[in-house]
């Protein structure tokens, strides 16, 4: 829900684009609140976890201690101070800090899993989280830790530091103490209560939001790579007939449809592409099934989409509260919501699917390199005068040695599982694992699609050599060659290269953000 510039959370209808505008906005625009709805839920949630408190219960998480120590039962004078030993205990995140990104990605999504009013979490308290994300306190968590379930305990307990004054953060560009942090932005640190340590550090909150950032780019990598693979395929005078509609309606896999449309409309109008030649009837492998291998690649971005929207309003901490409207009878149950084996899955699946997309996009720029392989169409490395210059010869090179790294990453994390917590957490998804790796291999794909249209823009002036410059390249191809020509001029003889490739992948990449 959307009002006035201000994101309304409930904790079941926060979308995919709502938490990409939030991750790459800047703080308080847009403004993230809660619904009243939400609050009403949140309230009477608190409310039951005080009333068996009262009563003296034994609830998991709330009067006992946590995963072995669940059968130690907890005095209600050390309530409080079991919420925040959970949270500094368990802060033992390793590695490089997340992004500023991906840490208001895991605000939110945090947020809004709390707001659903089954976790017994404090209103004020979830308030706070929202303060920190609109006032710009970003807390500085690590990337590794986490074994993806009971969620991702260490990276959020570095989250929940921030709120009750411990831990780092960062705030207008410096990095300082959490208390300073909260002081700075004129917000009270959180003395936490009963279950509250427990609901802010459990569930597959930080998986979630690298997952969904990750999805978010593969989507317009998806979309660069039918860019790229078009420029390649006029610079190499390929043939439109194998995205003949007829062929693809024969094996009517949606996403397989769709890419040959995509290909078929960009490659309108072009003057580079092959008629019909009964001496070359069709084309190699990696231009003439861009829609089999690019399809099957947005099918796995679309599933892991779709599993990423069910997981945005999905409640996922442990235990959960539930109150009968009727009988007024309160149930904390233990179950395993936690457990991130289905965005592991998903995320390995689109990790193997990016790292295909590499795979063809390389095979394409060797392709467009090897003077034998594409027919003499172009010369030996794309330059005209090989032997004194080595021209292209490395940039396949490069785009090799990241789809190899590729390979080695898109093994799936999901299928490790290593038992923990004396035994009792004796299976776990690794998910947290399988995103860090997709975003690895998604940085990559991003270089190599950009070195495939860095060749690709060279390959189409060598043949206007030949053909003549008036020549016209296809609507949908036109207007990155052109970007890229703005940018990077044609390589007559040798020179120092990695600037050009850095200004290939930053067009790459603002393709995908500016949509």
């Excluded at 410096?174 to 209560?193: F, H």
Aim: with cysteine.
């Amino acid at each position: 829900m959307e009002i006035a510039g201000s994101i309304v959370i409930d904790g079941e209808s926060l979308t995919f684009e709502q938490v990409v505008s939030v991750a790459y906005g800047r703080p308080g625009e847009p403004r993230v609140v809660l619904s009243d709805k939400a609050k009403g839920n949140v309230e009477r949630s608190a409310a039951a976890v005080q009333t068996l408190l009262d009563r003296g219960e034994i609830a998991y998480g709330i009067t006992t201690g946590f995963g072995a120590f669940k059968d130690k039962i907890i005095s209600r004078e050390e309530v409080e101070t079991l919420q925040r030993n959970i949270v500094v205990s368990h802060a033992v995140g390793v590695g490089d800090n997340f992004d500023t990104a991906t840490v208001r990605a895991i605000m939110l999504i945090r947020a809004n899993t709390l707001a659903r009013g089954f976790s017994g979490i404090r209103l004020a308290t979830l308030e706070r989280i929202l303060e920190c994300l609109n006032r710009g306190v970003h807390p500085q968590i690590p990337e590794k830790g986490s074994l993806g379930a009971s969620g991702d305990l260490a990276p959020l307990a570095h989250f929940a530091c921030v709120l009750i004054g411990e831990g780092v953060a960062e705030i207008g560009g410096e990095v300082v103490s959490g208390g300073e942090a909260l002081a700075r932005a004129g917000i009270e640190p959180v003395v936490l209560a009963a279950k509250e340590g427990l609901a802010l550090t459990n569930g597959t909150t930080v998986m979630t939001a690298v997952g969904l950032l990750e999805a978010h780019r593969a989507k317009h990598l998806a979309e660069m790579a039918d860019i790229a693979g078009c420029l390649s395929l006029e610079a190499l005078h390929g043939t439109l007939s194998a995205f003949d509609e007829r062929i693809h309606a024969l094996r009517p896999h949606p996403r397989q449809i769709e890419c040959a449309k995509n290909l078929r409309s960009m490659l309108d109008e072009s003057e580079f592409v092959r008629d019909f030649d009964p001496s070359n009837v069709q084309d190699a492998y990696t231009l003439r099934c861009m829609p089999q291998v690019h399809g099957a690649c947005r099918d796995a971005v679309a599933y892991a989409k779709w599993l990423i929207k069910i997981e945005l309003n999905a409640v996922t901490d442990n235990p959960l509260i539930f109150i009968d409207d009727d009988s007024g009878r309160i149930d904390v149950v233990s179950g395993g919501n936690f457990h991130g084996e289905p965005l592991a899955l998903a995320f390995d699946y689109l990790t193997i699917a990016l790292s295909e997309l590499g795979n063809i996009s390389e095979r394409r720029i060797m392709r467009l390199t090897d003077e034998s392989s594409n027919a003499h169409v172009l010369p030996a490395f794309l330059t005209e005068h090989g032997g004194i210059n080595s021209g292209f010869m490395i940039v396949q090179y490069t785009a090799a040695a990241l789809c190899t790294e590729n390979k080695v990453l898109a093994h799936p994390a999901s299928v490790d599982t290593i038992p923990s917590s004396a035994n009792v957490e004796d299976h776990v998804s690794m998910g947290a694992t399988s995103a860090l790796k997709l975003r690895v291999v998604a940085k990559n794909l991003e270089t190599i699609v950009g070195l495939e249209a860095f060749c690709a823009a060279q390959g189409i002036d060598l043949r206007k050599k030949v053909l003549g410059t008036d020549r016209r390249l296809g609507k949908g191809t036109r207007g990155l060659y052109e970007e890229l020509r703005s940018r990077i001029p044609f390589i007559e003889k040798d020179e120092f290269m990695k600037p050009h490739i850095e200004a290939a992948c930053e067009i790459v990449r603002a393709h995908q953000t500016s949509n």
